[in-house]
């Protein structure tokens, strides 16, 4: 962890890679641009190739920054809340319960557009994150992380597979969501952008104004209630911010995992475990990966790409392994 007088200059180091990211995002693909001809283009010159380009990756990038900002900031919600490090979108299955009700649209309403799935995105990710949370807090004591995690995962191994058989049943109506529910960014344009933008700013300011109770939480709810917060209102508030942000990012992305595990550990192993620090450091550092692992997916197989989806698997998959072996080494009797 940083000293806290140098967290200005941390801060300041990542809004900086932020910048570069988007960089890349704009300039590199199956046709790159030189960064002289994309500043020039970005300021109405360049080339009418050019300008085509940026016209496409521009709002790709735009997705990916408001996507990851997205996934980030509701992973920080539901550690903070649930104290369960391996909490995440995708790991609880909030993402596998938005994609489930996706599919349920194209299914039996014909929904053909991202714009048109970003309702359903909300009403599944909403119905999975109550849940989820009812199992693992079902019983004695509050929400247990590990009754949380295994609900979430066997819930969501559940919802994928009815989505997959969904998706295979009628592969014509399903074509437009393959794509997307591989973890995407291609084609996504003003109007999704727009479209879940409100909905994604009002999950991020709910987030924000509880984080001072997500502090007093850390400590325990008995400790929160003594310490005057409202422990049913902030559970009620990371509800409202878990869905609108996760429904945000799986209706513009799809369900990409593991952004949400990732991110917040490094934000408390760089800044410390203040929420009020944590939450923004999120909103910023998860951009950065959603839109590198962009980049890479369009480079590594070039002229064909992988899907963001995928790259963050591969990188957040090992992340996960090692939180599990590390928290297991720390203490067997809380996986009790």
């Not at 994309?38 to 990916?64: C, H, I, K, N, Y």
């Not at 952004?259 to 760089?270: D, E, K, T, Y």
């Not at 590594?300 to 996960?320: C, K, N």
């Amino acid at each position: 962890m940083i000293p806290r007088h140098r967290r200005p200059l941390g801060a300041a180091a990542l809004l900086l890679g932020v910048l570069i990211a988007v960089a890349l995002s704009l300039a590199l693909g199956a046709n790159p641009l030189p960064l002289a001809l994309m500043w020039d283009t970005l300021q109405g010159g360049g080339t009418a190739e050019s300008q085509f380009v940026l016209g496409t990756r521009g709002p790709r990038t735009l997705a990916g920054i408001l996507a990851g900002a997205c996934l980030g900031v509701a992973g920080a919600l539901m550690q903070a809340f649930t104290r369960n490090p391996l909490a995440d979108p995708g790991i609880l299955g909030v993402n596998a319960g938005a994609a489930f009700a996706v599919a349920l649209g194209v299914a039996l309403l014909g929904l053909d557009h991202v714009s048109a799935m970003v309702w359903p995105a909300f009403g599944g990710a909403l119905a999975v994150t109550v849940a989820v949370y009812l199992i693992g807090s079902s019983g004695r004591g509050a929400a247990d992380p590990v009754r949380l995690t295994l609900a979430g995962v066997a819930l969501g191994a559940v919802l994928s597979g009815v989505t997959t058989g969904l998706t295979l049943s009628n592969p014509e109506a399903f074509d437009a969501m393959r794509g997307w529910h591989a973890g995407s960014l291609l084609g996504r344009g003003g109007e999704v952008l727009l479209g879940v933008l409100p909905f994604a700013l009002i999950g991020l300011i709910v987030a924000a104004l509880l984080a001072p109770g997500l502090n007093a939480i850390a400590l325990g709810e008995d400790v929160a209630r003594a310490q005057g917060a409202d422990v049913r209102l902030i559970r009620l508030g990371v509800v409202v911010a878990v869905t609108l942000l996760a429904g945000s990012a799986t209706a513009i992305a799809g369900p990409i995992s593991f952004i949400g595990l990732m991110v917040p550990h490094a934000a408390r192993w760089v800044f410390g475990t203040d929420q009020r620090v944590i939450l923004p450091v999120s909103a910023v550092l998860a951009p950065l990966i959603v839109l590198v692992s962009d980049v890479l997916g369009r480079l590594l197989i070039a002229p064909a790409e992988v899907p963001v989806g995928i790259v963050t698997a591969f990188v957040g998959a090992p992340v996960l392994v090692l939180l599990a072996r590390r928290r297991r080494a720390r203490g067997l009797g809380a996986l009790r």
